[in-house]
C-alpha cells in the first residue's frame, strides 16, 4: 500500500458506524476499565505509596542509628546497647478498658508514667553514672525512634494487607492519610538534631517565656521535673511553673498545681503553649483563649481543668502558633522574637483580671530542652 497517496481520512471516516477499527478503539478502553480499572489503580497508588513507605523505613532506620550512636558516644556503655535498644523500639502501651469510664484517667495517667519509669530505669542501666540532662535527651531520642518504628510497621501492614486482597477501597484511606503521615514521620526525623544537641524546640516557647520571667527569683522543686518561683507585679502574688530546663521534659504541671492549691489560694491561671496553625496561618502569630492550653495524651489536661473547676479558677491561655514541623525541630527566630511580646502580653493580662492582692499562676506548657529558668 502506498501510504503517502492513503487517505487517513477514511480510515476514521464518522459516516460509517460500522468501521471496525473506531469500534475496537471506544470499546477496548471501556472494557479495559470496566474489568481491570480497580486493578490499575490499585497499581497506580501502590507504586505511590511505596515511595511513601520507603521513606519511614529510612528514617526509622536513620532515628535507631543516631540513638545507638549517641549513647555510645557520650555515654560510652560498656555493653554494646544494640540489643537493648531494639527491645526498647519494640515496646507497646496497652490502655485500660473503657467500658466503664468512671476513672479512666487515672489508669491512663498510671499506665504511661510507669512506661515512663520503666524506660528511665532501663536507660540507666545502660549507663548507670548517666546525668539526668543526658537521660531526658535518650529518653526523648527513644521515643522518637519508637514512634517511627511504630508508624512504619501500621503503614506497611495497612499496604500489605491491600495488596494482598487485591483491595482498592482499603488503600483509599491509606492514600488519603499518607501526606500527613509523612509531614509528622518527617518532623520527627529532623527533630533528632536538636534533640540531641539540647537546643530550644518551638514547642519550648512556653517554658522561655516563664523562664525569663523567673530569672533572678529563687526556684524549687514543687513536682517531678517541675519547678516553682515566686515573684510580684502590681501588687499582686505571682507564681511561675514550668518544666526543670534545660533537660528535654514537660514536667508534671497537673501534680504541681495540686501541690500548689493545698497552701496557696490562686486566683486566676495563665497557660502559654504552642499551638498547630491552620494551613494559611503567619508562624508565630499570637491568640488569646479560655480553658486550660496542654496537649498530650489528656491527662494533664483533665487534672488541671478539674482543679481549676472545683476551686473556681478561671483559666486563660496564650498560644503561639506553629506548624508540626517548628513545634518539634529547632526554634525558629520568628517564633523566640515573641517571647517579648508576648511578656507583655502577660503582664497585661494580669493587670486587666486580678486585682490588687489576687494570687496568678504563670504556666508554661511545652518541651523545655535547652531552656533553663
Known amino acids: 500500500m502506498n501510504f503517502t497517496n492513503f487517505d487517513i481520512d477514511q480510515l476514521f471516516s464518522m459516516s460509517d458506524d460500522t468501521n471496525p477499527l473506531m469500534m475496537l478503539i471506544w470499546i477496548l478502553p471501556i472494557f479495559l476499565f470496566v474489568f481491570y480499572g480497580q486493578r490499575i489503580q490499585l497499581y497506580v497508588t501502590s507504586g505511590e505509596i511505596k515511595k511513601g513507605i520507603g521513606k519511614l523505613d529510612l528514617y526509622r532506620n536513620e532515628s535507631k542509628k543516631e540513638l545507638i ?34 476513672g479512666i484517667v ?58 494482598k486482597q487485591n483491595n482498592y477501597p482499603l488503600i483509599l484511606p491509606l492514600q488519603m492519610i499518607l501526606p500527613f503521615i509523612m509531614e509528622q514521620a518527617e518532623a520527627m526525623k ?69 501541690e500548689i492549691i493545698s497552701k496557696n489560694k490562686i486566683d486566676s491561671i495563665i497557660m502559654i503553649d504552642a499551638a498547630l496553625k491552620m494551613e494559611g496561618e503567619d508562624s508565630a502569630t499570637v491568640a488569646h483563649g479560655f480553658g486550660a492550653a496542654i496537649g498530650g495524651i489528656g491527662t494533664e489536661k ?25 513545634a518539634i525541630t529547632l526554634m525558629t ?6 517571647a517579648d511580646n508576648v511578656l507583655s502580653q502577660v503582664y497585661e493580662m494580669i493587670k486587666d483580671n486580678t ?16 531552656v533553663p529558668q
Open 302 to 326: 483533665f487534672h488541671i481543668e478539674e482543679i481549676a473547676t472545683s476551686n473556681n479558677i478561671p483559666i486563660q491561655s496564650i498560644v503561639i502558633k506553629q506548624s508540626v514541623t517548628e
Open 190 to 258: 529532623d527533630a533528632i538534631p536538636a534533640f540531641k544537641a539540647g537546643q530550644p524546640v518551638g514547642d519550648g516557647i512556653g517554658p522561655m517565656i516563664v523562664g525569663k520571667m523567673m530569672l533572678n527569683c529563687k526556684k524549687e522543686d514543687i513536682a517531678f521535673q517541675t519547678v516553682l518561683a515566686k515573684t510580684e507585679y502590681e501588687n499582686r502574688n505571682v507564681y511561675l511553673l514550668k518544666a526543670k530546663g534545660p533537660g528535654s521534659t514537660v514536667g508534671r504541671p497537673a501534680d504541681a498545681l495540686k
Open 69 to 102: 550512636d549517641y549513647i555510645q558516644k557520650n555515654l560510652k556503655p560498656k555493653d554494646d546497647p544494640t540489643k537493648k535498644i531494639d527491645r526498647f523500639l519494640d515496646y507497646f502501651t496497652i490502655m485500660p478498658v473503657e467500658m466503664d469510664p468512671n
Open 355 to 370: 486585682k490588687s492582692g489576687d494570687s496568678v499562676l504563670i504556666i508554661g506548657v511545652g518541651n523545655t530542652s535547652g
Open 333 to 338: 527566630k520568628e517564633i523566640s522574637d515573641q
Open 106 to 163: 487515672d489508669k491512663v495517667q498510671h499506665v504511661v508514667r510507669l512506661r515512663e519509669d520503666y524506660t528511665r530505669n532501663h536507660i540507666r542501666l545502660i549507663s548507670p553514672e548517666i546525668s539526668d540532662l543526658e537521660l531526658n535527651k535518650v529518653q526523648t531520642l527513644l521515643e522518637i525512634a519508637s514512634s517511627l518504628q511504630m508508624i512504619y510497621k501500621i503503614i506497611n501492614h495497612m499496604f500489605l494487607t491491600a495488596k
